[in-house]
């Protein structure tokens, strides 16, 4: 069944724009700016005519909403002032994914997403916000890029809809 069918197991039968893909990219300045970007980007789930399925998917969405929140605020601790990350968050059928592009650290910063202690300099916030999204995501991948930037992607699962 597609999402054009109306199939109430998948979240993306509820995109207004019937295309189902449910993909968003935006540039946040702030950790408040991804989470009401990644917010506008789940709103299938969040409305979904389906009282039950707006339920069962409910903690799906908090979920990815602190996982952008904390790798926004990672990507823009290492930014300059003023600048801003990419964030991308695509509506999977059964997952939401994360992904946010900002600098990679230098040699002064250690790479957050080492286990707790490999980097006795690692700050404490950077440590605590590595273990928050460890916590939450299914899957983590780190992408070094071009020009000094690391693309960090986090899956993070919906529940699906409650018998």
């Known amino acids: 069944m597609s999402p054009a069918d109306g199939d109430p197991t998948d979240p993306r039968s509820a995109d207004a724009s019937g295309d189902g893909s449910g993909e968003k990219t935006c540039r946040p300045h702030?950790?408040?700016?991804?989470?009401?970007?990644?917010?506008?980007?789940?709103?299938?789930?969040?409305?979904?005519?389906?009282?039950?399925?707006?339920?069962?998917?409910?903690?799906g969405v908090d979920d990815a909403l602190l996982v952008a929140s904390e790798l926004t605020s990672d990507a823009l601790t290492r930014s300059k002032p003023g600048s801003s990350c990419e964030l991308t968050c695509t509506l999977g059928r059964y997952d939401v994914t994360i992904s946010v592009t900002g600098p990679s650290p230098t040699a002064r910063q250690p790479l957050l997403w080492y286990p707790l202690g490999v980097?006795?300099?690692?700050?404490?916030?950077?440590?605590?916000?590595?273990?928050?999204?460890?916590?939450?995501?299914?899957?983590?991948?780190?992408?070094?890029?071009?020009?000094?930037?690391?693309?960090?992607t986090a899956t993070i699962a919906l529940s699906g809809p409650a018998t």
Request: proline share 6%; hydrophobic share 35%.
């Open 119 to 152: 980097h006795p300099g690692g700050r404490r916030l950077d440590e605590l916000r590595r273990r928050i999204v460890r916590q939450i995501a299914h899957r983590i991948q780190i992408t070094r890029r071009p020009a000094g930037e690391r693309t960090t």
């Open 30 to 59: 702030s950790a408040a700016h991804a989470r009401s970007e990644v917010e506008f980007a789940l709103y299938p789930l969040l409305c979904a005519p389906d009282a039950r399925f707006r339920a069962a998917h409910q903690s």
